[in-house]
């Protein structure tokens, strides 16, 4: 690897490009803020070229808003690629991997640490290995819900605010921020370290989210759904989340709750509707009544 101040290059594009009409000198379009990987085709025209022409392919690929460049396969570096490089302070990486599995791994990486992020207030929690969000005004008792529900075998993610970005249309990935990971805040408690009381076992860096749970206080004033047939959703990222209102109130065992909002989110999922059941059940018994 050449390149002492690698750690300070910036990366503004998740994409990666393999040269290729710029190795025969076509400068337009060429996308000079990506990552540059160079595999076997393009080493092997490079190779094929005499030492001035060499000189030039490089003198093109290698400007001074160029990420980095990467050769895969473990092929070694040019020696024209070399002083180039420095001069500009492009960073020179190998890769030992094929050239479409560094694409792959790289993009990914990349789709992951560029994509736009948004912070929200809650909880979250992987219930029965579904990324549940548990949502609701301060005080409610979201940080205690979560805690009985690792008590339960349930694994800690995110408490207090949770960071979510977009992988693709339909997927919101949920982690902490580093300074929250692990740690649980209880009030009249403070703050706990989940993995030191729970083990490792009780903890998740990331998960999909795929549910929000609201915790509403429960003041008598307020129908709520009855028998589910409202569908509500909320919106981050411009992804559709599914969502249910829990209410609050003495004497509910939440935990409980939560998980069997869990399970028949995604017996849903799975096509096994109560609703649908409970319909059917309902008109045959109308049918029989009226030839009775």
Do not use: W
Request: overall charge neutral; charged content about 30%.
């Amino acid at each position: 690897m050449y390149g002492e101040k690698f750690k300070q290059r910036k990366v503004y594009s998740s994409e990666v490009s393999r040269p290729g009409l710029i190795l025969t000198g076509y400068k337009p379009y060429y996308p000079h803020e990506r990552i540059q990987l160079l595999g076997r085709t393009e080493m092997s025209y490079v190779n094929s070229r005499s030492s001035h022409e060499r000189d030039e392919i490089f003198d093109l690929i290698c400007t001074t808003e160029t990420p980095a460049i990467i050769i895969a396969r473990g092929m070694p570096v040019p020696r024209n690629l070399v002083p180039v490089a420095i001069e500009r302070g492009v960073p020179i990486l190998c890769a030992r991997s094929k050239t479409s599995r560094v694409v792959a791994t790289l993009t990914n990486y990349l789709e992951d640490k560029l994509a736009e992020r948004h912070s929200k207030h809650g909880v979250f929690i992987e219930v029965y290995g579904m990324g549940v969000m548990l949502v609701g005004d301060s005080g409610v008792g979201k940080s205690e819900t979560g805690l009985e529900l690792i008590q339960r075998g349930h694994r800690l993610i995110a408490d207090d605010r949770v960071d979510l970005y977009k992988v693709d249309e339909l997927t919101l990935i949920g982690e902490a921020p580093e300074i929250l990971e692990n740690l649980l805040e209880i009030r009249g408690l403070g703050i706990i370290d989940v993995m030191t009381l729970f083990g490792v076992s009780s903890i998740r860096r990331s998960k999909h989210l795929e549910l929000i749970i609201e915790l509403v206080h429960d003041k008598g004033h307020r129908e709520y759904e009855r028998l589910g047939y409202e569908h509500q959703i909320e919106t981050i990222l411009d992804v559709n989340v599914p969502k249910v209102q829990v209410p609050v109130k003495s004497g509910r065992n939440l935990a409980v709750i939560i998980e069997s909002a869990a399970m028949n989110f995604r017996a849903t999922q799975l096509g096994h509707d109560a609703r649908r059941a409970f319909d059917e059940k309902l008109s045959k018994l109308i049918e029989k009544n009226r030839e009775a």
